[in-house]
C-alpha cells in the first residue's frame, strides 16, 4: 500500500506489503514452494541475479511469499528494508555476526532473552569480541561503558522475562557520541507499541515466532532497518543460510493482520492481572511496565504507546509454590513460548533462560520462583478467576508443607 503512514496500524497491519496484485488474482499470497526459478532468456536470467532487474534466483536468497512478509515488517516499521529469517535467534545471530568481528566492542545489557545472553557470553567471546554487559537498570553504569568507546550497542526493552525499561533516547545519544550502531530487539513491545527506528535506533529485530505470528504454530525472525544496513544483513542470511521458507512466512503474514486486535485485548487483560497479582499475598513481587509503580513506568509512557501483554511475577516460596500453582490453572499453556492467543506461563528457568545454568540465572537475578505469564485473548474476567481459584486452592494447601525437591532440578 505504497507505505501510506497516515493509515492506522490497525489497516496497515492488514494492507501493509499486500495492496499488489498477487499471482492468479489470489486475494492471499499465495505459498510459493520452488527452490529455485526458471529463465529461457539467459540474459535476463544473468540480469536478474546480478540484482539489475527485480526476480527471484534461489529460495535462500528470496522467495516472493517471505517478500511480502519483508515488505510487510518494513511497512510496520517504517523501514526503508526488512530481512526474515528462519527464526528469531537467526535473525539476531544473524545481525551481530554482519556488524560484529575480532577486535569490535558490545555493550548490552545483563537482562536480554536467555538466548542472546548465550551469545554475548560465549559465542562472541570466543571469536574475539569484546563483550560488556551492564545492569540493565543502571542507566549511567550503561552511559559510562558506551562512552569508552564501542561499536554496537544492543538493547532489548522490555526485557524478557523482567519487563525491565531501557531509555532507548538516552543510550541512543551516547551510543550516537562513540559512533557506534544501535540494535533493538523489539519483540515485546511489537512495532504496535514501540518503533525504536523512529526514535534514531538503526536496526530492529524480531522474534516473529512471538506476537507477531500470535498462534504460537510457527518460528521466525525479521530485521529491519536502512537499506544500506539490510544489504550487508541480507548478504550474510543468504550465504549463512538461515532463510525463512514460504510456508512459515505465509503463517506469519496471516497472524500479523490480527495484531492489532490481538493485542488490544491481551494488554488490557495484562493490566488487570497485573494488579491483581500486586495485592495477592503469594506474590512477592510483580513486573509490568503499565503499573505507576513499575521503576520504568515513565519511560515506558515516553517511548511506548502500550504496555505489552507480559506480566511476571515472583512466587513466595519459590519453585514449591511454582509447581503447586501451576498445574491447578485452567486456561493456560505450561509451555516454553509467548505471545500466542492462549495464556502461556512458564517459569524463567524453563522458558527464557532454559540455556542457562541456575548459578547463571542466579548471577542475571532471575529467581527460581519468577513466573512469566503472556496474556491470551480469553476474556479478561476468565483469566482472573481462574487465578483467583488457583491461588486460594494454594494458600488452602499451605506453602510450608511441600518438601524440598524441587529445588535442585537442573534446566
Ligand atoms: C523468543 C525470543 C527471541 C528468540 O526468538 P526465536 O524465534 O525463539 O528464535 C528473541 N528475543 C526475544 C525477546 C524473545 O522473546
Known amino acids: 500500500?505504497?507505505?501510506?503512514?497516515?493509515?492506522?496500524?490497525?489497516?496497515?497491519?492488514?494492507?501493509?506489503?499486500?495492496?499488489?496484485?498477487?499471482?492468479?488474482?489470489?486475494?492471499?499470497?499465495?505459498?510459493?514452494?520452488?527452490?529455485?526459478?526458471?529463465?529461457?532468456?539467459?540474459?535476463?536470467?544473468?540480469?536478474?541475479?546480478?540484482?539489475?532487474?527485480?526476480?527471484?534466483?534461489?529460495?535462500?536468497?528470496?522467495?516472493?511469499?517471505?517478500?511480502?512478509?519483508?515488505?510487510?515488517?518494513?511497512?510496520?516499521?517504517?523501514?526503508?528494508?526488512?530481512?526474515?529469517?528462519?527464526?528469531?535467534?537467526?535473525?539476531?545471530?544473524?545481525?551481530?555476526?554482519?556488524?560484529?568481528?575480532?577486535?569490535?566492542?558490545?555493550?548490552?545489557?545483563?537482562?536480554?532473552?536467555?538466548?542472546?545472553?548465550?551469545?554475548?557470553?560465549?559465542?562472541?567471546?570466543?571469536?574475539?569480541?569484546?563483550?560488556?554487559?551492564?545492569?540493565?537498570?543502571?542507566?549511567?553504569?550503561?552511559?559510562?561503558?558506551?562512552?569508552?568507546?564501542?561499536?554496537?550497542?544492543?538493547?532489548?526493552?522490555?526485557?524478557?522475562?523482567?519487563?525491565?525499561?531501557?531509555?532507548?533516547?538516552?543510550?541512543?545519544?551516547?551510543?550516537?557520541?562513540?559512533?557506534?550502531?544501535v540494535v533493538a530487539d523489539n519483540t515485546f513491545a511489537t512495532p504496535l507499541n514501540q518503533n525504536p527506528l523512529a526514535l534514531g535506533v538503526d536496526v530492529v529485530v524480531h522474534s516473529a515466532t512471538k506476537f507477531l505470528s500470535g498462534h504460537g504454530d510457527v518460528l521466525g525472525g525479521v530485521v529491519c532497518g536502512a537499506e544500506a544496513l539490510m544489504a550487508q544483513v541480507r548478504h550474510y542470511r543468504e550465504i549463512n543460510g538461515a532463510s525463512l521458507d514460504p510456508f512459515s512466512a505465509y503463517l506469519i503474514i496471516r497472524g500479523i493482520k490480527t495484531l492489532a486486535l490481538r493485542l488490544r485485548q491481551q494488554q488490557a487483560s495484562a493490566q488487570a492481572i497485573a494488579e491483581y497479582l500486586r495485592d495477592e499475598p503469594l506474590v512477592e513481587s510483580v513486573n509490568y511496565p503499565g503499573l505507576p509503580e513499575h521503576p520504568g513506568h515513565s519511560i515506558a509512557r515516553s517511548q511506548m504507546r502500550g504496555f505489552g501483554a507480559i506480566v511476571s511475577f515472583v512466587l513466595r516460596g519459590g519453585m514449591d509454590t511454582v509447581v503447586k500453582l501451576l498445574p491447578l490453572l485452567r486456561y493456560a499453556h505450561r509451555a516454553g513460548n509467548l505471545g500466542a492467543v492462549e495464556t502461556i506461563y512458564g517459569p524463567a528457568r524453563t522458558t527464557s533462560h532454559v540455556e542457562n545454568t541456575l548459578e547463571e540465572r542466579q548471577a542475571l537475578g532471575i529467581s527460581e520462583g519468577l513466573v512469566r505469564i503472556s496474556v491470551g485473548i480469553e476474556d479478561t474476567a476468565d483469566l482472573l478467576a481462574d487465578l483467583r481459584q488457583a491461588f486460594a486452592t494454594v494458600s488452602h494447601q499451605g506453602t510450608d508443607a511441600s518438601s524440598a525437591r524441587h529445588r535442585e532440578v537442573p534446566a
Not at 528469531?88 to 568481528?101: K, P, R
Not at 552511559?143 to 532489548?156: K, P, T, W
Open 1 to 181: 500500500m505504497n507505505n501510506d503512514k497516515n493509515a492506522g496500524i490497525g489497516t496497515r497491519v492488514v494492507w501493509g506489503g499486500e495492496q499488489v496484485e498477487h499471482p492468479y488474482n489470489a486475494t492471499q499470497m499465495p505459498i510459493v514452494a520452488s527452490a529455485a526459478y526458471g529463465y529461457r532468456d539467459i540474459d535476463g536470467w544473468y540480469d536478474v541475479a546480478l540484482g539489475n532487474q527485480p526476480g527471484f534466483i534461489y529460495s535462500r536468497m528470496s522467495n516472493p511469499t517471505v517478500a511480502v512478509l519483508e515488505d510487510k515488517l518494513r511497512e510496520l516499521e517504517q523501514a526503508e528494508s526488512a530481512v526474515a529469517f528462519s527464526t528469531g535467534m537467526a535473525a539476531i545471530s544473524g545481525v551481530l555476526h554482519t556488524f560484529l568481528c575480532q577486535g569490535k566492542r558490545v555493550v548490552s545489557t545483563r537482562d536480554s532473552y536467555g538466548g542472546t545472553n548465550k551469545i554475548f557470553e560465549e559465542f562472541l567471546p570466543r571469536q574475539g569480541v569484546d563483550v560488556t554487559l551492564c545492569d540493565t537498570l543502571d542507566c549511567a553504569a550503561i552511559e559510562r561503558e558506551i562512552a569508552r568507546g564501542c561499536d554496537l550497542v544492543y538493547l532489548e526493552t522490555p526485557s524478557n522475562p523482567t519487563l525491565k525499561i531501557l531509555d532507548i533516547r538516552r543510550l541512543l545519544a551516547a551510543a550516537k557520541r562513540v559512533g557506534a550502531l
